[in-house]
């Protein structure tokens, strides 16, 4: 069993926790509540979500270390280090959350009776009907903690229970956290492990834990994990959510604030609609893991990640809510390529980089072009220099994420330079062009499609497919809906709005991405329906 599996106190070999009813059903206390809780959002998942694992245990959770929390720049609550799950605990920091605008994910104890209680029995579904009735009214409530790393032997059981909660309470998600892949003989077991429980149990979230750096040298799969994972939750049109290192334990060594930023900044480069911090409150003295300082230390008192996150997490958060509303398009790789990434490689809208970055390419449904630019370089600040083809204007998002701020560009022969000045592993969001804009094809395949707009069908044209080629259309939300292997060389690829799920694409704005080996290629699509 893992750190974490003991952290939740998990249950169904390694899956679910709450206790008896001991206070009044939680429809019947919404009345009385503070402004701040009134105001907040019961049903679906925030845009973006930034969490530390975990909350303050039940005897510390009171006003003072919940707005404490908040002031950390965090915005959802798990539940706590070995976490009893009672009842009367939870709905206590259920108040205090919403009272601060959070939400929480709850663990119940009550689940643990589905160890041998099927779901699906008439018994089951009572006990679930209460454990629903307890919270789903709740202003502070986000969703159902079922557990971490569940092995795939759990998935039968968590389908089950997902589907029951869904059915019952519509609004609010199940949740797990999964394995990383070094749990797995090989890198390929971990997409099916994934694919298993997506299938399963129809989750609403895909989260993720991959701690990189060791004390006998770092695995070099961030990156791996971040392009896998971001493949997956588009594919299956979800929110990734990954959870970060921070807290020195066992063969985990301590970061450098460039490591920790430059962890955030490449989980928002793929797109990631959620950051976690592992560990928030520090668990107690063990000497298997050696427990170090997480965000709040040993002796319950901040520890200087707290000031840290604190001043980066509102950057992180606005950053994030910004990215929500856009589609992403690619992440590429200029200066260095890590395992698993793709390198970057000059096109039509990019003509230039200059210094190590990861660069994740947004768009917006007017074709509006966006670039979270991470420096890749997590031990130094760097002087990047970026070169857009054509004369530009070039925007980076303000640090509280209220408007734009034009930069200085230079005038180049290859276009519209600008240089940039990360802190070691930090980021900034640009909008490039203005507020709409075409979407230029890019370095890959080739791309190019007619007609456009396009009712019935429509045609991409391939000129120089290399190896490991593909072809897929998203959706405005960013959601693969569509994709084909392409064979090396040129060619025509046909679509008529059918999508691989089954049924047409309806009418709208969708993209198509083309990538190889050598880079990936993007164009805006106006679909008028299939015939």
């Known amino acids: 069993m893992s750190p974490k599996q003991l952290a939740a106190g998990v249950v169904m070999a390694a899956a679910l926790v709450c206790a008896p009813n001991d206070r009044p059903p939680a429809a019947g206390r919404i009345e009385g509540r503070t402004a701040a809780a009134s105001r907040l959002d019961a049903g679906s998942l925030a845009p973006f ?18 707005a404490e929390y ?3 720049g965090l915005s959802l609550m798990l539940p706590a280090w070995l976490d009893a799950g009672k009842r009367s605990d ?10 601060n605008g959070l939400r929480c994910l709850i663990w119940d104890q009550r689940f643990e009776r589905f160890m041998t209680l099927d779901p699906l029995s008439p018994e089951g579904g009572v006990l679930l009907d209460s454990i629903a009735a307890d919270y789903e009214q709740d202003p502070g409530f986000a969703g159902y903690y079922l557990g971490d790393e569940p092995p795939a032997g759990e998935f039968p059981l968590l389908a089950s229970l997902h589907a029951e909660l869904r059915a019952r309470d519509p609004a609010h998600p199940a949740w797990n956290d999964l394995l990383p892949s070094y749990a797995f003989e090989t890198f390929d077991a971990w997409p099916a492990y994934v694919r298993a429980y997506l299938d399963a149990t129809r989750a609403r979230v895909l989260c993720y834990n991959e701690y990189d750096f060791l004390t006998t040298g770092d ?46 900044a490449h ?99 007017l074709g509006a072009r966006f670039l979270l630019v991470a420096n890749s370089d997590s031990a130094a600040a760097q002087d990047l220099a ?19 701020t034009t930069l200085d560009t230079t005038h180049v022969v290859a276009g519209t330079r600008v240089a940039l000045a990360p802190a070691s592993g930090d ?43 593909h072809i897929e259309i998203l959706d405005a939300s960013g959601r693969r809906i569509w994709s084909r292997t392409l064979a090396p060389g040129s060619s025509i690829v046909p679509w008529d709005g059918t999508m691989d799920a089954g049924g047409l694409a309806t009418p709208g704005i969708y993209f198509a991405r083309a990538e190889d080996s050598g880079g990936v290629s993007a164009s805006r699509l106006s679909w008028l329906g299939g015939r």
Do not use: K
């Open 267 to 365: 989980a928002l480069a793929y797109g990631a609609r959620g950051v976690g911090y592992f560990t928030y409150w520090t668990p107690a003295p063990d000497p298997a893991f050696n427990w170090h300082d997480g965000i709040i230390d040993r002796n319950a008192r901040p520890s200087p990640w707290y000031a840290f996150l604190a001043t980066l997490n509102p950057r992180v958060a606005a950053t994030g809510r910004a990215l929500a509303d856009l589609t992403w398009l690619a992440t590429v790789h200029a200066g260095s390529v890590p395992t698993g990434g793709t390198a970057w490689a000059p096109d039509g809208w990019i003509a230039g980089v200059q210094g190590r970055a990861a660069l994740g390419e947004f768009t917006n449904a």
């Open 49 to 66: 979500a930034l969490f530390g694992w975990v909350s303050p245990p039940a005897d510390s959770c009171n006003a003072a270390r919940v």
């Open 219 to 264: 695995r070099g799969l961030f990156v791996r994990h971040l392009a896998a994972a971001a493949g997956i939750a588009r594919e299956y049109g979800i929110p990734l959510w990954t959870i970060v290192q921070l807290i020195p334990h066992g063969a985990y060594r301590a970061l450098t604030e460039g490591e920790m930023r430059w962890q955030v």
């Open 70 to 72: 908040a002031g950390a």
């Open 427 to 469: 980021f900034l969001l640009l909008r490039v062009g203005g507020e709409a804009g075409p979407l230029r094809a890019g370095s890959g395949p080739g791309l190019s499609l007619q007609p456009n707009p396009a009712a019935g069908r429509v045609e991409f044209a391939l000129g120089h497919v290399r190896r490991r080629g």
């Open 90 to 99: 939870n709905l206590a920091r259920l108040d205090l959350a919403a009272a």
């Open 386 to 404: 970026l070169t857009f083809a054509g004369a530009t204007p070039v925007e980076r998002l303000s640090d509280d994420g209220a408007g734009w």
